[in-house]
């Protein structure tokens, strides 16, 4: 198959983008030019905001599957539809488990629980502010989905991807947050009443885009591992690996530590096993994944 990604060129997307040519199909990455690509990937250059010059670099190219890891606003997912709807028989849009923000539910929380057909999107919200699309991410992501759920179809689907751990690349600085701490005695910041959540190893969710790549389901689809963790798991390992002492500080208001959720809303994957992907269990792989973080920053 003839494959395009739009931008994703770091952690579970450089992996992704290494299953697809491992399995034969032929890859081009689409970004501002910042980095580079792969061997053996083609590129292309363009702001994906732009849609004249989105329409220009791309030139009369058709792919089988647009794959993008990039899409934040309705905006952005409006102009993808208008630019890739004559170019691509399948749309891959990477989403969130924060598009479940809302939700507070002691059993995992399946797709229907946001349906994008009936999430209003307003177009004139300030998207272009990197300060509120940040506070508002999971909103930024539930608008765009519905922007490529709004009629005329749109053959897509939306990999809602839960939060993701493992690899010695992964930048968001969550575990070292942790790790800092807890070597350190120091208090970590959680709610009084403090909920498990769903994760995904960085591995398993790039073979799991390169499954839904393959596939020919459209739609909303959870993707994690089974088995939900707690912060207290997630900090016990990390205090086996680098030492220390584990405390927590329970906070009513104010801010907490990455990995530790006043709500509940961990994610149910049935759809995503009825289609045919076989998830791992996250007590298999959490140590792994820790040690390939860790291990990276000593």
């Not at 991807?161 to 807890?182: K, M, N, P, S």
């Not at 885009?209 to 990390?238: D, M, R």
């Amino acid at each position: 198959m003839d494959i395009l990604i739009i931008g994703g060129n770091r952690y579970f997307g450089k992996r992704l983008t290494s299953r697809l040519l491992e399995s034969g199909h032929a890859v081009t990455i689409l970004n501002r030019g910042s980095s580079g690509v792969p061997e053996g990937v083609d590129h292309l250059i363009a702001d994906r905001n732009d849609e004249a010059a989105l329409e220009s670099a791309l030139g009369d190219r058709t792919f089988d599957v647009v794959v993008d890891q990039v899409c934040y606003t309705p905006r952005q997912a409006a102009v993808a539809r208008r630019v890739f709807g004559p170019r691509t028989a399948r749309y891959v849009m990477t989403s969130t488990v924060e598009v479940y923000e809302y939700e507070d539910s002691a059993a995992p929380v399946r797709e229907e629980a946001v349906d994008p057909r009936t999430v209003a999107v307003d177009p004139d919200l300030p998207w272009e502010d990197p300060e509120f699309l940040e506070e508002h991410y999971g909103e930024g992501k539930r608008q765009a989905e519905a922007v490529f759920a709004a009629e005329p179809p749109f053959p897509y689907t939306a990999v809602r991807v839960a939060h993701v751990l493992g690899g010695e690349d992964d930048f968001t600085g969550r575990i070292d947050h942790y790790a800092r701490r807890i070597r350190a005695g120091e208090p970590i910041a959680v709610p009084a009443v403090n909920h498990p959540a769903t994760y995904v190893y960085v591995e398993e969710i790039a073979e799991f885009l390169a499954w839904a790549v393959e596939a020919e389901f459209t739609g909303p689809v959870n993707a994690h591992s089974h088995g939900p963790l707690t912060t207290a798991e997630i900090c016990a390992e990390i205090e086996r690996q680098v030492g220390g002492r584990t405390v927590f500080q329970e906070v009513e208001v104010g801010e907490v530590s990455p990995f530790s959720f006043a709500r509940s809303y961990g994610m149910d994957n049935s759809r995503a096993t009825a289609l045919g992907f076989s998830f791992g269990n996250s007590a298999q792989w959490l140590a792994p994944a820790l040690a390939e973080t860790l291990g990276a920053r000593r």
